[in-house]
Structures are given as structure tokens and as C-alpha cells.
């Protein structure tokens, strides 16, 4: 079955990394993603990873992903004020030509100044 | 180049009415999707459409809904006769069409539904 889990709330401090984490139960995934919504604007996505990649970065953002635990996690380096958000994460099984996103229940950011 | 839009931006209705939302998707966007989020869970998938026709509608809860996508332009989601459990965010999402792989999906700012 399809199932997403994510923690409710994370607090940082501005300058701080900021790890946030997930889980999933589908090992057909092919594309996993990470989404942002600010609050009153839709999902922003952020960035994805293909299934047969352990690792991606871009700029301040790494995303690490462990098969074998099927957990996936966004770092975000030198946490701003600016990325105070909520963070999903979801997974696709785009070989099966299903387009659905299968979302978690959101990770709420709070950067403290 | 305008981003997905959607209407209304909020909605208050009574139990037992009727509810029609609207979203726009990219233009030369063949795929459109609804989903919604209720009470801060996760976002749930309802349904996909390519072009005026529906590829996958396995998230439709139930018969109260309605989606249409005359023309292959904008879709609406109509919810008739609403009840308490609809309410939350109503978000749609569009993407272009490609054969390969990974398809981004571009999201509106939602409809907030809310039943009295």
C-alpha cells in the first residue's frame, strides 16, 4: 500500500542545518520529492530524486535517500528565516504510468532568529 | 507566464449545499490533478486528467463529486450536497505532457473549503 510519514514540527535556529524526514512503504517509487508551502501560496517543488540514486544536492539543499529503509531526508544548510515553511514529501511510481503524487502530512519549519 | 489559479480562494457553505471550484491550469498544460488536504493530514490524490479526459479518478471519495474538464482548458470540482467531512484545502496541480519519466507538477494556492 501507499503510506507517507512525516513529523509534524521542526525548530531551528537561523544559521543552523535543518534535517527533515521521511518515511515510506511503496519500494515500486520511482521519484521522490520534496515540496515547500509557504503559507497562502501552493506547493513549490523544491527538488526530486530518482529511486536508483543514493544521494542529490543543489546549493543549500541535500537530499539523501536509503532504499533499503525506504527513509528519505532533506537537509537544508545555513537555515534563513526565509525557508519557515512546510515541507512535504511524496512519492510517485511513474513506470506504472500512474501520475498521482502519494503526499505526507507535512513538516512544519520554524526558523528562529 | 501565469501560474496555475485557482477560485475561489475560500469558500463557507451549510451542510447540504453545493459547492463548484475552479482551477486553471499553465496553459499547454494536458495534465490536470485535484487533490486535497484535510485537517493538516496528508494531500490526498482525487483525480487526473489529460486533456477533457480522465486518466485515473481511483481518489474520488464518492459520488457527491463531480469533475469536469470541458475542452481540455479549466476543470471544475463540484461537491453536491457538501458535508462536514469535505471540508479542508482543495489544491489542483498541472503538467506537461511527456513520455518520459519524471513530470513536475505545478500547484495553485488551493481553494479553502469550509462546511458548517
Known amino acids: 500500500g501507499e503510506d507517507v510519514e512525516q513529523s509534524l514540527f521542526l525548530s531551528v535556529r537561523e544559521g543552523d542545518s535543518s534535517v527533515i524526514n521521511c518515511t515510506y512503504t511503496?519500494?515500486?517509487?520511482?521519484?521522490l520529492y520534496w515540496y515547500k508551502q509557504e503559507p497562502g501560496a501552493g506547493l513549490q517543488l523544491l527538488t526530486y530524486?530518482?529511486?536508483?540514486?543514493d544521494m542529490k544536492q543543489d546549493q543549500r539543499l541535500t537530499v539523501l535517500l536509503n532504499k533499503k529503509d525506504k527513509h528519505l531526508s532533506l537537509r537544508i544548510a545555513d537555515t534563513q528565516t526565509g525557508d519557515s515553511a512546510i515541507y512535504f514529501c511524496a512519492e510517485s511510481m511513474e513506470d506504472t504510468g500512474r501520475r498521482a503524487l502519494t503526499f505526507g502530512s507535512g513538516t512544519r519549519l520554524q526558523v528562529q532568529p | 507566464e501565469a501560474g496555475v489559479t485557482q477560485f475561489p480562494s475560500h469558500s463557507v457553505i451549510e451542510k447540504g449545499q453545493t459547492v463548484t471550484l475552479r482551477c486553471d491550469p499553465i496553459?499547454?498544460?494536458?495534465?490536470l490533478y485535484w487533490y486535497r488536504r484535510v485537517m493538516g493530514k496528508e494531500i490526498k490524490f482525487l483525480l487526473h486528467f489529460v486533456k477533457e479526459s480522465k486518466q485515473d479518478e481511483s481518489g474520488m471519495p464518492n459520488n457527491r463529486f463531480l469533475a469536469e474538464r470541458t475542452g481540455g482548458t479549466y476543470s471544475t470540482l463540484k461537491v453536491q450536497p457538501a458535508e462536514l467531512e469535505d471540508s479542508g484545502v482543495y489544491f489542483c496541480a498541472s503538467s506537461q505532457d511527456r513520455q518520459t519519466s519524471y513530470n513536475e507538477q505545478f500547484f495553485g494556492p488551493g481553494t479553502r473549503l469550509t462546511v458548517l
Open positions: 496553459s499547454g498544460h494536458d495534465n
Open positions: 511503496d519500494s515500486s517509487s520511482t521519484y
Open positions: 530524486i530518482f529511486s536508483n540514486m
